[in-house]
Structure formats: C-alpha cells, structure tokens
C-alpha cells in the first residue's frame, strides 16, 4: 500500500520550529553560501529559542546569525568565514568578548563525530589534527578526542567520540511530502548531520509527487524514513543559494557582511529582515520580486 | 625577448603551477592556488584532478569561480559530491598536493589560522582550520603560499591549526601523521623549502629585485639558505597570456598592478 495524504510531514517553519526545545544542540546544514537554512533559522530567531548549542563544520550563515542574536551558547566549529567577503563578524566579535564559547575541529575531525554516531559506533578513528593546538586546547568538550591504537595492526590514531545533535535543520532542494529529499550539487556534509541527528528539520524549494522522486532516486540524499517534518519555502535559503533553483545574492550578503561588522547596525538589520516581518513571505516580499527574479538560475548553466 | 613586464602575483602564480605534476591528484582552493593549478593543467600538467574540499571533483568552469562552494564550480565537474568524501580522499592516501594559505607560518612551516591571542577571549577571532590541518596532515606534499611580513612569519605561532614539521625532525613521524609536510613556500618574495635535517625553512630563490636580507628583514625567524640561492624564473609570455585572458581576465586574483 502506498502512503497516502494521512501520512504526511508537511508542516509551516513556525510548526516546525516551535518543536525545538530552548537547549538544543543543533546541527545546520549549508557550504559557504549554498544549500542555507536561512529561513528555518530566522524563524529561530523569532521565536527567541535560547541557549542554543551549534554542531558545525563551516556553516557559518547559522553560526553568525544565531551568535548576533544571542540564541547560542556554544559551538563545534572547524571554520566560519563568509566567502569572498571576510571574517564571521558577529561570531568573531562574540567570541573575542568571551560571550560564547567555542571548541575548535578540523572539518574532517568534526564530521567524524556525526559520521561516527551517523554508523551506529562510539567513536571514530581518524588520521587527522594530531600534534596540534586543536587537541592540545581543549575548552568545553571534555571527551574532545582519545589517542588510541589499531587492534590489528597498532598504529596510532585520535579517537573521536560519536555526537548525536538534538536537531538537525536542513535546506535541500526538493522533496515529497514524506520527505523523501533530494539535493541537486554538492552535498556538504547533510547526510553525515541528518544521519547523526535525534530529528531532522527539513526545509526544500518544491514538493514535488513522490513519483518524480522515484524517477530520479540517484538524487536522493536522505530517504525519507530519516525526515521528521517536511517544510516549503521557495527561495529558503536566501540570500544564499540553490544550484539549479538561484544564484546566491552577493548584493545582499555584502549588505548583511557590512551590517554584521558592528552590534548597532546588525540591530538594525534584524529588525528589518527578521523581526520585523511575519514569516518568510514578508521576508520574500522586502527583498522583492524583482531581485529574486534575476536570481533565478539559468537552466543550462544551473545558476 | 625577456618579459619584464609582469606582477609579483603573476610571478607568483608561475612559482606554484611547478609544483602541480602531470598525472598527480591535487586538493585546492580559490585563490592563487586555483589560478597556479589552471595554469599548470594548460601547460606541463594537463592530466592533472584537481578537486574542492567542498566535494566537488574536476571543475572546468565557464567563469572564475570566487569561492569552493561556487556554483560555477559544479555547473561542469566530473563529480559532485559531499566534503566527508573529498577529504576521505586524503585520509585515503589518494591526494598528492594539497595548497594552503596561512594568517602566520613558523620556521617549521607550522601555520596558525585560528586565534590572535589567547584562545578563550581571543585578540582576534580567525576562521579556523577548515580543511586545511586534514590536508596538511594527510596530503603527501604541501605547498604554502603567503604574503611575506614578519607579522605573518613569527618565530613561533600563538596557535598551531595546522601541522608543518611541528616541533621539529620526527615531529610528524611522533604525531603518527602520514603526509610527509610542507616542502615550498611561495611568497611575495621568494621560493622557500625546508631543510632535510633541521626541518627549518630555507631560502631557494628569490624574486627579481629581491635581496636575501629583504627577505630575512620581513621574518620573524632565522632564515636558512640553499647551497645556491638563484631567481625565481620569471613569466614566460605564453603563460602571461594564459594568465590573463584565459584563466583570470578580470583580474579578480590576480591584479594588473
């Protein structure tokens, strides 16, 4: 028997995000400025979730979004930097001013955590960030690493422990309404956090039939046995972008960049974009029909 | 007819496409590493994969690409993947150069890329490793490139992201890393390696115009020398006319001066 409508996951980003508890260790899907989940983390944002803990690699629009609000308390991170543009500004500052704190991976030694709890194992041998200030300075995660050795053949390796994030919140390009998702390019590290994760979060461009779905099933990042709640929002990750749906809004991000250098005028910004709108309509509606359409991606180009 | 008329970057650029060989398998990133290796797989490398930490493997490009996540890198690449498999690759001994850059670099080509300061409330908050300590642990050789200011090349970096000789002769060999480490610093103003016995950097060339004490004047370290220190082989004009309507025509890495 095929699922039917009953069986459905699609839900709104306020649904959706309400079910995140204030605490939560969170994992967040994007790769410089692709495949964000902008919306689903202004929709954090609003809602004033607090004392977040962010599980991260590179995603820095989650990291510098939810450090300059004050949502988050702590972060994993290998590396945050807005591409093309410069430093994490509000992560930066808020970590030279001591309000949050960080514990720094490389990108290979973090995923190998997610990887790690992704499998099903408590640990994961890695050849990675040994002789190095990334294990020899510890700051909130006392089980960061163990030196162990091969039971077979001896040689050494660093240990990760298996982390299991509350919640990951992914933005991918489309899905069925059981959540069935499918990312068209590159692919980050989304299948590592959404395999690692207690419940996924996940936002797409298009709904699409679970018969179109089947007709391309190589694109199929995450199957959708592994998706708790479904979400559409057309341009969700704005500005940042989708490969094939629209080009990443470098206008944009230079106004968010330059507005993230000081709290003041970062205030500002968030009271435009995100308290001061309702939902991501209202956000969708300032940026305005004309900017998202010279967005849009050329078919043949894919962006 | 010598070619007088180039940049340090172009020179630069030209210094770095020689360490890329024909046939070799090379993790890169934006920047002047992705202008050297366009450069050495139009010339004398053109059997060359390069690939992106961000998974994407094999890129021809229509346009420059400004970032590893880029569109215009996925819109025509042999394959496009995730990050955990691209640095699998590494960790899978399938890698044979990996480029880096660096915010400071030590005399045992040790780089620091995430804190000025303490670590806990730092003075200034940098990146972080990213990539960059899984290639440099893992890569067979790596290449770094740098601007040349004492500021950048300390005696000693506040924090080691990333591994060069660490602490010297067996260093890596005691961290069990399996990459053998940085062996040519590309900067401004010379080509550097590193020395068999002491790990140390040396001088191998220097740029036109540039003397040993410019270069040792803009380090935090002693500088050893090679045997015999020559000029780093200027442009030639093909590859200047490569460099500049074909692979960067808009100058976005490399400028005209």
Not at chain 1, 129 to 154: Q, R
């Amino acid at each position: 028997m095929q699922p039917s409508s009953q069986h459905s996951k699609v839900t709104s980003a306020r649904e959706a995000v309400a079910s995140i508890p204030d605490g939560s260790n969170l994992t967040c899907g994007g790769f410089a400025h692709s495949l964000t989940p902008i919306a689903l983390v202004h929709e954090l944002i609003r809602q004033g979730k607090k004392d977040l803990d962010l599980t991260s690699m590179g995603e820095c629009w989650a990291a510098d979004l939810l450090t300059g609000a004050g949502l988050l308390r702590r972060a994993r991170l290998s590396n945050y930097m807005f591409e093309g543009f410069g430093r994490c500004m509000n992560f930066s500052r808020a970590v030279q001013e001591g309000r949050i704190e960080v514990e720094d991976y490389s990108h290979f030694g973090i995923t190998s955590r997610l990887q790690a709890a992704a499998m099903g194992v408590s640990y994961m041998p890695t050849k990675v960030m040994a002789g190095t200030d990334i294990l020899n300075i510890k700051s909130f995660d006392d089980d960061k690493y163990k030196m162990t050795e091969c039971p077979f053949t001896a040689e050494p390796y660093v240990a990760v422990r298996a982390i299991q994030p509350d919640v990951a919140m992914i933005h991918a390009s489309r899905a069925d309404t059981f959540g069935n998702a499918q990312v068209f390019g590159a692919t980050s590290i989304i299948e590592e956090q959404a395999r690692a994760a207690k419940r996924v979060i996940l936002s797409v461009e298009e709904i699409v039939p679970s018969s179109e779905i089947a007709r391309r099933p190589e694109l199929t990042l995450l199957p959708g046995f592994m998706v708790d709640m479904v979400v559409k929002i057309p341009f969700g990750a704005h500005p940042g972008g989708m490969f094939r749906y629209y080009n990443y809004d470098d206008e944009h991000i230079g106004q968010y960049w330059t507005a993230s250098k000081q709290a003041d005028t970062f205030e500002q910004y968030l009271a435009e974009f995100v308290y001061g709108v309702e939902d991501r309509w209202g956000y969708l509606d300032k940026i305005g029909a004309r900017r998202l359409m010279q967005l849009r991606a050329d078919p043949g180009l894919g962006y | 007819m010598p070619v007088t008329d180039f940049t340090r970057e172009e020179l630069m650029a030209v210094a770095a496409s020689k360490e890329i060989h024909d046939g070799e398998v090379a993790i890169i990133g934006t920047g002047l590493p992705m202008i050297a290796s366009y450069l050495a797989k139009r010339t004398h490398a053109p059997t060359v994969s390069l690939f992106f930490e961000s998974g994407i493997i094999d890129a021809f490009p229509r346009e420059l690409a400004t970032g590893v996540g880029d569109f215009r890198l996925m819109s025509n690449c042999i394959k496009a993947a995730g990050l955990y498999y691209a640095l699998s690759l590494l960790q899978g001994g399938r890698v044979d150069l990996g480029f880096l850059g660096a915010a400071e670099i030590d005399g045992y080509g040790n780089i620091n890329s995430t804190v000025i300061g303490d670590y806990i409330k730092p003075k200034v908050r940098v990146p972080g490793s990213g990539g960059a300590n899984d290639i440099a642990s893992l890569a067979k050789r790596v290449v770094i490139i740098a601007a040349h200011t004492k500021r950048r090349f300390p005696e000693k970096c506040q924090y080691i992201t990333t591994p060069g000789y660490l602490d010297g002769p067996g260093g890596r060999e005691r961290a069990g890393l399996r990459g053998n480490g940085p062996v040519r610093v590309v900067t401004n103003l010379a080509v550097m390696g590193f020395d068999d016995q002491t790990k140390r950097m040396k001088v191998e060339s220097l740029h036109p115009g540039v003397t040993l004490d410019d270069v040792q004047e803009n380090t935090g370290f002693e500088l050893l020398t090679a045997d015999v220190v020559g000029e780093t082989p200027i442009p030639t004009v093909e590859q200047l006319r490569l460099l500049r309507e074909e692979i960067d025509p808009d100058g976005i890495y490399i400028s005209r001066g």
